[in-house]
Structures are given as structure tokens and as C-alpha cells.
């Protein structure tokens, strides 16, 4: 264990590489992938896009933003936004060169708009998720168009349109987390996160958390789910440390189990040592203290003080 090894993490998802921190425990190999943000693209600054943006980046995208009007493309209505372009649209569609990584929202100010967008789209690589807003009898008849132009069949059938779940979202915050709930829906359903043997499920990263064990000199443990059962608040592969003082940077769930594990993580931080501990929130102890959650996880507990020299 090293903040050299977390270092070289951090510096991979930097440059837009995966990462990975393996663990070998009782004879198996456990591989915690850290993948870079998935970049989600939105076409068009309007109030649907400014929730659409808040709960997105909440959600580990990394956003942008591209809007033809100066009043609605700036940071002080996209302060989360990584990126914010004001240019039109099909100039700002070429410049972010979309590509099969990238999902992309046209929620512009109008039907010319989003045609436009939608369009231009198409005709260059297909991203992981597209998906236009629009009525149903609107979209049917834009989509109609594009056949009648030659864009290919299934490409057009690949447009979620209307955009997001059907959960009767009726303001621009309730369409936002139907889009958003539409997103991690497709990132869920990718090959590329399906379970194998010591293969983690989640892969998000923490930038705080990331921060501290690429940069930290002090004293600190390490904790890392290994399998979860049941209702737990995380799944395998949730990360988290833990100084002398008590302080935690990253989560592996919150409430009685995690504080269990964070105070067994503190007596072995300086000993060097290792171990793996049951998290068990089915318990008679966690339904009284009021626990929402059931199941429960194997922790991988390590003590990280020693850095490279």
C-alpha cells in the first residue's frame, strides 16, 4: 500500500484512463476499477438543462453544456458544468467531437433547434446514449423525416424519445431525474460492468477521497468492500479511509456498520496489519438503532500508513 499507488490512479483518470486497484485475499483476486467520468453532453441551456446539469454531476458525469445565447451558456447558471460552450449548435456538436463514450441530451429551446442538434448528431459517431426531448407526436414525425432523408434506420430507432423514464415528470427538476434515472439505466446495462469473478461493481470515484491517499503523509487506514448482500447502501468496491482522529473521506455506507468498521479500521492504523470483517445490517442491534438498510458486506481492512520512500 502506497500513496504512490493511488498517485498513478489518480494520474490515469486524469488522462481519461482506467485504473485499477487489485487486492488478493485468502487466495482470491479482487479488482477495483476506477473509471474516468463519463462525459454527458447538453445541447441547449434552459431550465430542464440547468437541473439536468445539478443532478447529473451528483451523479459522477462529467457535464457539459452548449447553448447559441450568451444569457443562458455561462457559469452562473451552470456552475457545476465542467465545460460550458456558447457557439451554435452545430459548431459546438463538431468541436466536442462526440464519441461512443459520451451520452448526449438535446434539450434546446424549440423543434427547429432540436432537429438541428439531433441531426448533426447522427451524422457523426454514435454516442452511448442519445436521447432528444419532444412529444410523442412531434417526435414521430421528426424521426419520419430522418428516414425519409436516408439517416439509418437503426440509428434513429437508438433515440430515446421522448427523453427519460416515463414517471409522469411534469417540472423541469422531475424531467431531469426522469433523464438522469434513464442515464444511469444505460451505463448500468453496458457489457463492460457486467459481474465476474473479483471484479467489483462500482467503479465512481471519489476526487476528495482520491486526493487524500495520492497526497497523504499521515498515518490512515483503508477499507474496501469486498461482496455485499441484500439492501446495503453500497455495493462492492465502495472505498474509504480513515485517519487516527477518526476522520473518513469516502463512504462504504454510513450508520452503524460503517462507524463499526471505521473504529476497527482506527486500532489498526501503525500496526501494519490486515483484516476482513462482516458488516451485518440484518441484525437485531441495527433494527433497533434504526438502520434503513438490510444485508450485508465483507470489508477488506488495512493499515496505510506506509508510503513509498
Known sequence: MSTNEFRKIRDALVQGRAAQLIREVDGVRYVRRFVPAERLIILGGGHVSQALCSVAAMLDFTVVVADDRPDFANRDRFPQAARILCDDFAHAIDALAIGPGDYVCIVTRGHRWDDLCLRRVLQGRQPTYLGMIGSRRRVSAQLENLATDGFDPARIASVHTPIGLDIGAVTPAEIAISICAQLVQRRRSLPAREKT????????????????????SEPHALLLVLSSAGSTPVKSGAVMAVNALGRGWGTIGGGCGEAAAMLRARRMIGTGGRAVMEVDMDNDVAADRGMACGGSMIVLIEDASETDK
Open 197 to 216: 469473478d473479483g471484479l467489483l461493481t462500482q467503479t465512481n470515484t471519489d476526487p476528495a477521497l482520491l486526493d487524500y491517499l495520492a497526497e497523504t
